[in-house]
C-alpha cells in the first residue's frame, strides 16, 4: 500500500501571540531545541513514513527554513520532507480551511497517487505509531479513519467530539463542541475528542474535497465539513488512541497528548517535561523525537563561591547554556541562555540566546529568543505592573515576545 502523509501548518497561531508574531505556530520552539513541527514529523518518520508534505501559509519563512535544514531524507530512495507554501493555484486566494488548503494541493496527491492519506496537525505534543492508525484503516476498509483520545465528558465543549456506534468503531455523529454530548458506551463518564488526525482513502478523499469546494456555504474544514460529510456515508471509523502502543513508552506518559493552542496550555506542557518522573518522556530513545542542532559546546556551570554557585534543580539545560553563578529550578534553558551571577530563573521558559542579568529574578514565564533581562530586573512579582508592559496569561504566565526591550 502506497502512503503519501501530509502534514497541515498553516495555521496563524493567534492564541499563541506574542510567540507567533513573527513565526508560523509549527515553528514555535519548544522543549529547548525543538520546534512543535518535529513532534509529528518525528511520529511519521519513526512509524516510515517517508513521503511527506507539509502545507505551510502564515508567517512560514522560520518553518520553511528548519524544515529544509532539519528534515533532509534520502532523495535516492524516493523519500522526502517538503514544505509546500500556499501558491493560489486555483485563483488569487489563500487556504479557507484545511480542506481547501488539500483541496488547492490536490496535484500533490495526483503526483504520487497514493492508496491512502495520512493528515496530521502540526502543532500537539506526543507520542504515536503512525502504522497502528494505518492497519485498522486498511483492515475496515472505511472511508476515513479519525483519531480520538479520551477526554471526561465535562470538556465535550471543547473539543470536536466523536460519537460512535455500539461497538465503538463506526462512527455515527461529529459535533463541534457540543454542550450535550453522550459518554461512550464502555465508559459514560468519557467522550472521544477528536486529535486532527486522519487516515483516507485517497479517491473517497477526492471526492469529498471536491463535493465541498463546489458548497458556497462550507467552511472548508476538516473536522467541520469533510469529516461529517463523510460520516454520513456510514463509512467513517474512530481510532481510539488509548490502543496505541509506542516503543519504548511508560505507563506513566503512555497515550500522552498535549493541545498546545493556549499560551497556558503551552506553559503547562513544558512543565509535564522537567519532573524526575516526566509525564511526557524525551529521553525515550526506541521513539526518538528528531530535530536539528546548531554546533554549540556542551553547557556550563561555573562559581562556588559563597552564594554565587552555578545551579540547575529540576530543569532541562540545553548546549550552549551557560549558569554564571546564578540558579534555575523547574525550568527550561534553551541554546545560548545565560544567567549571569545571583541571578534566580523559576517555573520558567527561555528560549534560545535569552540573557538574564547580575541579580535578576523571572518566575512564571515565557521568554523569547534574544530578550535580556536586565541587572536587578524582576519578571513574574507584580503581575499588574506586567501586564503594562508585556502579556500575561489567564494562569498567571508572563510571556516576553522575542527581541522585546525589557527595562527595570
Request: aromatic share 8%; charged share 20%; glycine share 8%.
Amino acid at each position: 500500500m502506497r502512503v503519501l502523509a501530509i502534514v497541515l501548518a498553516g495555521g496563524e497561531g493567534k492564541r499563541l501571540m506574542p510567540l507567533t508574531a513573527d513565526r508560523a505556530k509549527p515553528a514555535v520552539p519548544f522543549g529547548g531545541i525543538y520546534r512543535l513541527v518535529d513532534f509529528v514529523l518525528s511520529n511519521l518518520a519513526n512509524g516510515h513514513y517517508l513521503q511527506i508534505v507539509v502545507l505551510t501559509q502564515y508567517k512560514n519563512h522560520s518553518l520553511d527554513r528548519h524544515i529544509s535544514r532539519t528534515w533532509r531524507l534520502s532523495a535516492m530512495l524516493g523519500n522526502y520532507v517538503t514544505p509546500v507554501p500556499a501558491q493560489q493555484r486555483l485563483g488569487p486566494h489563500w487556504f479557507s480551511g484545511s480542506a481547501d488548503a488539500l483541496f488547492q494541493n490536490l496535484n500533490l496527491i495526483y503526483d504520487e497517487m497514493p492508496d491512502h492519506v495520512i493528515v496530521f496537525g502540526a502543532d500537539h505534543i506526543y507520542r504515536m505509531d503512525p502504522r497502528q492508525m494505518v492497519a485498522q484503516h486498511i483492515e475496515t476498509g472505511a472511508d476515513v479513519t479519525v483519531a480520538a483520545i479520551r477526554q471526561p465528558i465535562s470538556l465535550a465543549d471543547q473539543f470536536g467530539v466523536i460519537e460512535a456506534d455500539p461497538a465503538g468503531r463506526r462512527i455515527v455523529a461529529f459535533r463541534e463542541k457540543p454542550k450535550d454530548a453522550v459518554g461512550l458506551a464502555d465508559a459514560p463518564d468519557q467522550i472521544y475528542a477528536s486529535m486532527g488526525n486522519y487516515v483516507f482513502k485517497t479517491q473517497a478523499m477526492i471526492d469529498a474535497l471536491r463535493e465541498d469546494a463546489l458548497d458556497p456555504t462550507s467552511k472548508h474544514d476538516l473536522g467541520g465539513n469533510i469529516i461529517p460529510m463523510m460520516v454520513k456515508s456510514g463509512s467513517a471509523e474512530v481510532y481510539d488512541f488509548a490502543d496505541n502502543v509506542v516503543p519504548g513508552s511508560t505507563e506513566r506518559d503512555r497515550g500522552y497528548w498535549r493541545d498546545v493552542g493556549t499560551l497556558d496550555a503551552y506553559y503547562e506542557a513544558h512543565m509535564d517535561l522537567i519532573s524526575a518522573h516526566p509525564v511526557f518522556n524525551l529521553y525515550n530513545s526506541h521513539w526518538p523525537i528528531y530535530t536539528g542542532h546548531d554546533p554549540l559546546p556542551p553547557a556550563k556551570f561555573v562559581h562556588n563561591e559563597g552564594d554565587r554557585v552555578g545551579r540547575a534543580i529540576d530543569s532541562l539545560v540545553s548546549s550552549g547554556v551557560i549558569v554564571s553563578g546564578g540558579l534555575a529550578e523547574r525550568s527550561i534553558l534553551s541554546p545560548g541562555v545565560v544567567l549571569h551571577s545571583h541571578s534566580q530563573v523559576e517555573d520558567s521558559v527561555l528560549m534560545g540566546n535569552v540573557k538574564v542579568g547580575r541579580g535578576a529574578i523571572v518566575r512564571k514565564a515565557i521568554i523569547d529568543k534574544n530578550v535580556i533581562i536586565p541587572d536587578g530586573a524582576r519578571i513574574g512579582f507584580d503581575l499588574e505592573y506586567d501586564r503594562s508592559r508585556f502579556a500575561v496569561t489567564r494562569g498567571g504566565v508572563v510571556v516576553i515576545g522575542k527581541n522585546e526591550i525589557v527595562e527595570r
